[in-house]
């Protein structure tokens, strides 16, 4: 059984791009939810995705949108990237969130 | 909103208990989590405790939850140094969707 995988690891962009991440959810996993970590913090909800619609959002603006797959899965877009953007994102996939979420390493994107 | 805290730092030694912590404002809330991070890692997740409960043993792992105080505690028996990371409580609410995540206790295990 595969886990939770994200890719690219690592990501560069300046300010005003846009970027693409992915994440590939647990086998069998419906459910996937996105997090933004800035260092020394606890991840902060962007938005989660249950069978290929968005099921709630966390305090982010419209620049930060998503897509589920009929895979399950997922693609994280940030629009107009701006410094504090600068983060690792975090891709967790459930089959029901109620009994935890499983988490990819992440991808640590630098804005400069 | 939810808003979940935690103390950041925890010091103990190789074989004795470490507590850690948290409380979380929404008394709604109705799954909590204990999750463990490894630096350069993601998240695993180490247990949960549903509402109803009072306390969860799994192993070293033993939770603790007062909802009348709102608080969660995670205890790990016979500390290891493998066990040091950084622990983030974390609480499900907002209609079974949103989890919000305190901002972490650092544990260093001390040989």
């Known amino acids: 059984e595969t886990g939770v995988t994200q890719s690219p690891t690592h990501l560069i962009k300046t300010r005003g791009q846009q970027v693409t991440l992915r994440c590939s959810s647990q086998?069998?996993?419906?459910?996937v939810s996105w997090y933004q970590q800035a260092l020394g913090q606890g991840p902060q909800f962007i938005f989660q995705?249950?069978?290929?619609?968005?099921?709630g959002r966390g305090n982010f603006p419209p620049r930060f949108s998503g897509l589920q797959f009929p895979n399950y899965s997922s693609e994280l877009n940030v629009n107009a990237l701006e410094l504090d953007d600068s983060a690792l994102y975090l891709c967790?996939?459930?089959?029901?969130?109620?009994?935890?979420?499983?988490f990819g390493p992440g991808t640590r994107l630098t804005v400069l | 909103g939810e808003d979940v805290e935690q103390s950041l730092f925890l010091s103990v030694r190789e074989g004795d208990s470490s507590v850690i912590n948290c409380t979380y404002t929404?008394?709604?809330?109705?799954?909590l989590y204990w999750y463990k991070q490894e630096p350069g890692a993601g998240l695993q997740l180490l247990t949960y405790?549903?509402?109803?409960?009072d306390m969860k043993q799994d192993q070293r792992l033993t939770v603790l939850l007062n909802k009348k105080d709102k608080h969660l505690s995670l205890r790990i028996a016979d500390t290891q140094t493998g066990d040091s990371a950084i622990y983030f409580c974390?609480?499900?609410?907002?209609?079974?969707?949103?989890?919000?995540f305190g901002t972490g206790t650092k544990l260093q295990v001390i040989p």
């Open positions: 967790a996939s459930s089959l029901a969130v109620t009994s935890g979420q499983f």
């Open positions: 086998s069998g996993h419906n459910t």
């Open positions: 995705y249950y069978r290929e619609e968005e099921n």
């Open positions: 929404d008394s709604s809330s109705t799954y």
């Open positions: 405790i549903f509402s109803n409960m």
């Open positions: 974390a609480v499900l609410s907002g209609g079974y969707q949103k989890v919000t």
